[in-house]
């Protein structure tokens, strides 16, 4: 209701609540999707704010080579899979359209702690989160969700045709292999 109101009569009432904090995974979406209107549209103010987003998302929600929520002032949440596969794939989508190479740079970096950190070495796929000590309940269970894994088999089959690196393609057969039993 309060969004119906003309403005004078809005300083009249108390503005609903506002969710302020940074959803990585989302605002990575976004961009990814921003990239690709702006190409079929084309419209360079739709790459412009993609690219833009892109930055902010780089300055504020990175925490060494993984991505975090951000809100007021702070990183949260570090590690969540579905930030990082999300991330990888915007990296990759931001270096296609424009051709930077720090975008493509920050891709590898972040596949590298993907790979380091959250890959299951032994059966394959990533996990879901780093496991935290301050986890507790279910929580503590580890799970490799098959849309998180499904979006690293991509991000890692392009990296791999970017860089002819054999082990991005080892690591994107190894996310879709966990899976192949399951949904065949």
Not at 16 to 34: F, G, H, Q, R, W
Not at 35 to 44: M, P, R, T, V, Y
Not at 149 to 168: G, K, M, P, Q, V
Request: charged share 30%; net charge negative; proline share 3%.
């Amino acid at each position: 209701e309060y969004y119906r109101l003309p403005l004078e009569k809005r300083t009249e009432r108390t503005p609903p609540n506002v969710d302020k904090v940074y959803y990585t995974d989302s605002n990575a979406a976004m961009i990814s999707a921003l990239l690709f209107a702006s190409e079929i549209l084309d419209k360079e103010t739709l790459k412009e704010t993609a690219i833009k987003t892109a930055d902010y998302i780089l300055n504020h929600c990175k925490e060494w080579n993984y991505f975090c929520h951000y809100n007021d002032g702070q990183r949260k949440l570090p590690g969540i899979l579905s930030d990082q596969v999300s991330m990888l794939r915007m990296l990759i989508d931001v270096y296609e359209h424009t051709g930077e190479k720090h975008y493509f740079k920050e891709a590898e970096l972040l596949a590298q702690f993907l790979l380091d950190i959250i890959w299951d070495k032994s059966n394959g796929g990533f996990w879901d989160k780093r496991q935290g000590e301050d986890d507790f309940g279910e929580l503590k269970r580890r799970v490799k969700p098959f849309l998180e894994n499904s979006i690293a088999a991509d991000c890692f089959t392009r990296l791999y045709n970017h860089t002819l690196n054999e082990l991005y393609q080892k690591t994107a057969e190894g996310c879709l292999s966990l899976f192949a039993e399951s949904y065949s």
